[in-house]
């Protein structure tokens, strides 16, 4: 699976982006989609993750209540709305794929259930 993953840029603290990513294939419908982030200096982290289906959805409790993860099967494109954006939310933010969706539990905030990641996308907050 091929995932590129836009939206990301130069923000105020406070402001808002979304970003997308962009899935191939014919069976993105049956993925969980996942986005990481990656601070200068420190390790990925997760960020949020969505089912299949879009009903479950999971958040790391740094972003939980500013960040809304969603998805669109028609358009094999799964979102990160970020809004109350802070400085230390910069980082650059990679979408993931996890094709056989079977983990459950704390696995689901690591990143070992997934087969695919994005190029990256930059995001600046500014304070």
């Known amino acids: 699976v091929q995932l590129q993953a836009s939206g990301g840029g130069l923000v105020q603290a406070g402001g808002s982006l979304r970003l997308s990513c962009a899935a191939s294939g014919r069976t993105f419908s049956t993925y969980g989609m996942g986005w990481f982030r990656q601070a200068p200096g420190k390790e990925r982290e997760f960020v949020a993750r969505?089912?299949?289906?879009?009903?479950?959805?999971y958040y790391s409790d740094s972003v939980k209540g500013r960040f809304t993860i969603s998805r669109d099967n028609a358009l094999n494109t799964v979102y990160l709305q970020m809004d109350s954006l802070k400085p230390e939310d910069t980082a650059v933010y990679y979408c993931?794929?996890?094709?056989?969706?079977?983990?459950?539990?704390?696995?689901?905030?690591?990143?070992?259930?997934?087969?695919?990641w994005g190029q990256g996308t930059l995001v600046t907050v500014s304070s």
């Open positions: 969505i089912g299949w289906s879009g009903l479950r959805t």
């Open positions: 993931a794929a996890d094709r056989r969706p079977y983990y459950s539990g704390s696995i689901l905030y690591t990143e070992i259930p997934y087969d695919d």
